[in-house]
Structures are given as structure tokens and as C-alpha cells.
Antibody
């Protein structure tokens, strides 16, 4: 059973940088999966932020493109999210997830518990 | 981006009822449709992928159908554990997008 755990500051100042890490256990981050970040503003729906493959390849949501970097650290079996120039609109629970991709299907199989990040001065 | 819509936005039901949630994509996504269940304060849980394939461990009272732009999630004989919010998600095209959710609550 793969387990994911988010960590990072719960409070970030406006115009600052949001930095989160997702530690993966029970499986290798070098497996044939993508690793994603999904966020959920309080009381609202889910938004896919972006994903990284163990090779370092990435795909991002245009809604945050230009501000987002997702990277992988194979030696530590973890991946990270950096979001720059944050505003109150970036306040959300951030989830990391394992993204299973195959020829005929794709889905977020395992999720972290989520971490609330509030953007406020 | 592909827009996902869901209806109804909420439904009130009783234990034992059958509930159907519909999800519509703004363009053809073939069967690249996923359903999740989310309870308050918890991460989403995978229920169904490829529009109709039940994830291992998910009760058989959950079923999904559809292809192209129109999809349904049916919960037959609703159980107390099923009161939650349900999201559909398209995995056909970047960026992946979710529906706004359907909340199933007690009548």
C-alpha cells in the first residue's frame, strides 16, 4: 500500500512562494507512475495543479503555469511543489497523489491526507 | 480546457435508495472518466475509472457507465457510509479537470 504525506508551511505571505513536499512510502517514486498535486480551496471543488514523472518530465495546469514548478527527488523518494507570487486565491488544501497512467485509463489512485495552506499577511 | 458539469449539485436520499449522478464533458473524452468520493476533511477516494471499471475494494453497489460526453454514477441501495460528495474527473486531455461535485445527504 503506497502512502503519501504532504509537509510544508501552513501560512505563506502574499507575493511569497508556497513550497510543499510529498513523501512517498510503500513504493518507489521511480515506478511507472506520474505524481500529481491537486488543490481544493475551502468549501470548493478540486483543481489539478500539475504532475511530474520520475524522469523529471512535467505537465502543468495553464491556470498556474509560469508560477509553478514540480520536481522529483528520487534519492529521497519524494516530490515537491513550488508556487510563486501567491495570492489569497491560492489558499487551499493541497493534496499529493499518485497518478496511474495506462493505455486505456488514468486515475489518481493514492492520495495524501492534504495540507491546508493559507495565504495571508 | 474541457469543462465538466454534474447534476444534480445535491441530492437528499435515504438508506436503501438508489441514487444516480450525471456528469457531462464539454467535448468527447471517450471513456477517460473517473469518479471519486470525498468526505468532509478527507482526501478523495477513487471509486471508478475508465468510466465503468470498479476500483478494487469498492462495493459493487457503485457502478458507472457512459462514453463520449455523457456519464453516470449509480449507487444502488444507499448505505450510511455513502453520504458524501462525489466528483467526476476527465483524464483524456491536459489539464485534467473535475466536475463541481454532487453532495449526497440524508433526506
Amino acid at each position: 500500500q503506497v502512502h503519501l504525506q504532504e509537509s510544508g508551511p501552513g501560512l505563506v505571505k502574499p507575493s511569497g512562494t508556497l513550497s510543499l513536499t510529498c513523501a512517498v512510502s510503500g513504493g518507489s517514486i521511480s515506478s511507472t507512475n506520474w505524481w500529481s498535486w491537486v488543490r481544493q480551496p475551502p468549501g470548493k471543488g478540486l483543481e489539478w495543479v500539475g504532475e511530474v514523472y520520475h524522469s523529471g518530465s512535467t505537465n502543468y495546469n495553464p491556470s498556474v503555469k509560469g508560477r509553478v514548478t514540480i520536481s522529483v527527488d528520487q534519492s529521497q523518494n519524494r516530490f515537491s511543489l513550488q508556487l510563486t507570487s501567491v495570492t489569497a486565491a491560492d489558499t487551499a488544501v493541497y493534496y499529493c497523489a499518485r497518478d496511474v497512467a495506462a493505455t486505456d485509463y488514468r486515475y489518481f489512485q493514492y492520495w495524501g491526507q492534504g495540507i491546508l495552506v493559507t495565504v495571508s499577511s | 480546457d474541457i469543462q465538466m458539469t454534474q447534476s444534480p449539485s445535491s441530492v437528499s436520499a435515504s438508506v436503501g435508495d438508489s441514487v444516480t449522478i450525471t456528469c457531462q464533458a464539454s467535448q468527447d473524452i471517450r471513456t477517460w472518466l473517473v469518479w471519486y468520493q470525498q468526505k468532509p476533511g478527507k482526501a478523495p477516494k477513487l471509486l471508478i475509472y475508465a468510466a465503468s471499471t470498479l476500483q478494487s475494494g469498492v462495493p459493487s453497489r457503485f457502478s458507472g457507465s457512459g462514453s463520449g460526453t455523457d456519464f453516470t454514477l449509480t449507487i444502488s441501495s444507499l448505505q450510511p457510509d455513502d453520504f458524501a460528495t462525489y466528483y467526476c474527473q476527465q483524464a483524456n486531455t491536459y489539464p485534467f479537470t473535475f466536475g463541481p461535485g454532487t453532495t449526497v445527504d440524508f433526506k
